[in-house]
């Protein structure tokens, strides 16, 4: 990992001002993408050329790894540039006291570093960090929100029909700051209006997006448009739902990546593209939406390949190679501190994560994780090189594997366990993750059974009798 002295620092903010402003910075995150079914990972059924354009103009990073298989604490991981099993922050928030669900308060996100930095703010789209006005967005460093507060959210929105919970946790209500917005259209396309609108903010002052669409998540909602541009071939109508809303996506970074072109700012800005976790291609989950992972095996809330590591894009044109792959493990958590080297910011203590920049444009040559480390329930796994060490769960059988060991540079797709020749490797990597783990802490709130079946929580935190969200 990349520590930052004053001495670099002071080189890196003059080199930066001689080549001019400092870059915007966009974090765009799908929900529940499959890895297989973009075009750039194989994916045949339907084109996405906006997304292969995306990977294209940058670094196409083939072992990127989000920090948890689920939505909530994925995303907490990110903001904070730390894994969130430090902060108690392990499962999605569905019960407990408002106070304390949510990303703890105590924690300081991208936002507001960059927002400290000078940059103006926004988050578009699925926050999921909490629900109080202590836990809103414009609390966490965010100058401008415009989307939805909850885990998950309508795509059809009508301006004329009352919210159908008439709570503030509602999933058909979108928020322009803290006030509810009437609204006419469909989501995806109504998260890229605004991201326009913000781009489209005072050039003389940098700015950081974060573009947290809802899609490809469930509910299967789609725009007319759509519709007719999946194949007849695919008769499947959960596939069919989830491929329009894919083409959707695809439009949606169109639109945004014209919008930079032709503005003028492409070459200025830092774009990083993943999602939130695997694609949830179980029948039966609640999220289901076909997301197809192949040759991953498992999806979204094991700690299989399928549920972590996600399609995950860097861009910088003119910084950052064109047309590149990295194939290096990375993590999400390494967008905070990139985000701070671009900014020529120091490394504030306490981030996890690693500048990719020295090494996705060649300067380093070494990885930029000797490890990376996963906590998530009973489940838990470690990767270092090729090796991966991994407990996961079978949500069918209702039971851990127990420790199985995998050589991914020969089997991505997780099948021929290791362990019995290998016991050395299991034994050395299992008391690493058990030293990383001896520095978090118990979750602040209780998960579901998929993601918690001990339904394991800190005392501190009991949960209140709110219905779940």
Same mark, same amino acid.
């Given at each position: 990992?990349?520590?930052?002295?004053?001495?670099?620092?002071?080189?890196?903010?003059?080199?930066?001002?001689?080549?001019?402003?400092?870059?915007?910075?966009?974090?765009?995150?799908?929900?529940? #993408?499959?890895?297989?079914?973009?075009?750039?990972?194989?994916?045949?059924?339907?084109?996405?050329?906006?997304?292969?354009?995306?990977?294209?103009?940058?670094?196409?990073?083939?072992?990127?790894?989000?920090?948890?298989?689920?939505?909530?604490?994925?995303?907490?991981?990110?903001?904070?540039?730390?894994?969130?099993?430090?902060?108690?922050?392990?499962?999605?928030?569905?019960?407990?006291?408002?106070?304390?669900?949510?990303?703890?308060?105590?924690?300081?996100?991208?936002?507001?570093?960059?927002?400290?930095?000078?940059?103006?703010?926004?988050?578009?789209?699925?926050?999921?960090?909490?629900?109080?006005?202590?836990?809103?967005?414009?609390? $966490?460093?965010?100058?401008?929100?415009?989307?939805?507060?909850?885990?998950?959210?309508?795509?059809?929105?009508?301006?004329?029909?009352?919210?159908?919970?008439?709570?503030?946790?509602?999933?058909?209500?979108?928020?322009?700051?803290?006030?509810?917005?009437?609204?006419?259209?469909?989501?995806?396309?109504?998260?890229?209006?605004?991201?326009?609108?913000?781009?489209?903010?005072?050039?003389?002052?940098?700015?950081?997006?974060?573009?947290?669409?809802?899609?490809?998540?469930?509910? #299967?909602?789609?725009?007319?448009?759509? $519709?007719?541009?999946?194949?007849?071939?695919?008769?499947?109508?959960?596939?069919?739902?989830?491929?329009?809303?894919?083409?959707?996506?695809?439009?949606?970074?169109?639109?945004?990546?014209?919008?930079?072109?032709?503005?003028?700012?492409?070459?200025?800005?830092?774009?990083?593209?993943?999602?939130?976790?695997?694609?949830?291609?179980?029948?039966?989950?609640?999220?289901?939406?076909?997301?197809?992972?192949?040759?991953?095996?498992?999806?979204?809330?094991?700690?299989?390949?399928?549920?972590?590591?996600?399609?995950?894009?860097?861009?910088?044109?003119?910084?950052?190679?064109?047309?590149?792959?990295?194939?290096?493990?990375?993590?999400?958590?390494?967008?905070?501190?990139?985000?701070?080297?671009?900014?020529?910011?120091?490394?504030?203590?306490?981030?996890?994560?690693?500048?990719?920049?020295?090494?996705?444009?060649?300067?380093?040559?070494?990885?930029?994780?000797?490890?990376?480390?996963? $906590?998530?329930?009973?489940?838990?796994?470690?990767?270092?090189?090729?090796?991966?060490?991994?407990?996961? $769960?079978?949500?069918?059988?209702?039971?851990?594997?127990?420790?199985?060991?995998?050589?991914?540079?020969?089997?991505?797709?997780?099948?021929?366990?290791?362990?019995?020749?290998?016991?050395?490797?299991?034994?050395?990597?299992?008391?690493?993750?058990?030293?990383?783990?001896?520095?978090?802490?118990?979750?602040?709130?209780?998960?579901?059974?998929?993601?918690?079946?001990?339904?394991?929580?800190?005392?501190?935190?009991?949960?209140?009798?709110?219905?779940?969200?």
């Amino acid at each position: 990992m990349k520590v930052i002295t004053p001495a670099l620092l002071l080189l890196g903010m003059l080199g930066a001002s001689i080549a001019g402003a400092r870059p915007a910075v966009l974090v765009i995150v799908a929900r529940d #993408l499959g890895y297989a079914d973009i075009g750039v990972h194989g994916g045949r059924e339907v084109r996405t050329p906006n997304i292969d354009a995306l990977a294209g103009a940058g670094v196409r990073c083939t072992s990127g790894y989000v920090t948890a298989p689920y939505c909530s604490p994925s995303r907490a991981g990110f903001l904070t540039g730390r894994y969130q099993t430090r902060f108690g922050h392990e499962f999605n928030p569905h019960v407990g006291d408002e106070a304390v669900l949510g990303l703890p308060l105590g924690e300081r996100t991208i936002a507001d570093r960059l927002k400290a930095a000078g940059y103006g703010t926004a988050l578009i789209g699925k926050w999921h960090q909490g629900f109080d006005a202590a836990h809103h967005p414009q609390s $966490r460093g965010f100058d401008e929100f415009f989307g939805f507060l909850v885990g998950g959210h309508n795509y059809l929105l009508h301006a004329k029909a009352a919210p159908k919970f008439g709570s503030a946790h509602s999933h058909d209500l979108i928020y322009r700051g803290r006030e509810v917005q009437k609204l006419e259209g469909h989501a995806t396309d109504l998260f890229t209006d605004e991201a326009i609108r913000f781009m489209r903010r005072d050039a003389a002052k940098p700015w950081f997006l974060y573009l947290a669409y809802n899609a490809v998540h469930t509910p #299967l909602e789609i725009a007319e448009r759509w $519709r007719d541009r999946v194949p007849a071939a695919v008769t499947d109508p959960a596939r069919r739902g989830y491929l329009a809303l894919l083409l959707g996506l695809d439009e949606a970074i169109g639109r945004v990546t014209a919008h930079l072109r032709a503005s003028g700012q492409e070459k200025d800005t830092l774009v990083f593209f993943l999602s939130d976790n695997g694609g949830s291609g179980r029948k039966g989950f609640f999220a289901y939406n076909t997301g197809v992972n192949t040759p991953l095996r498992g999806d979204k809330g094991q700690m299989l390949e399928g549920g972590i590591r996600v399609p995950f894009f860097v861009s910088w044109p003119g910084r950052l190679p064109a047309g590149a792959t990295f194939d290096h493990p990375i993590s999400a958590l390494d967008i905070l501190p990139t985000a701070l080297a671009a900014a020529g910011q120091l490394r504030p203590q306490g981030l996890e994560g690693a500048d990719l920049l020295p090494h996705l444009n060649g300067s380093r040559k070494e990885a930029p994780h000797a490890a990376i480390f996963w $906590r998530f329930g009973p489940q838990r796994a470690v990767r270092r090189g090729n090796w991966k060490l991994v407990d996961w $769960r079978d949500f069918e059988a209702k039971t851990n594997s127990g420790w199985q060991l995998f050589d991914l540079s020969r089997d991505i797709g997780e099948t021929d366990d290791l362990a019995a020749k290998h016991p050395d490797v299991v034994a050395a990597m299992a008391a690493e993750w058990a030293q990383w783990n001896a520095n978090n802490r118990a979750p602040l709130w209780s998960g579901t059974p998929n993601e918690d079946p001990a339904g394991q929580r800190a005392s501190a935190s009991p949960p209140a009798k709110t219905k779940k969200r």
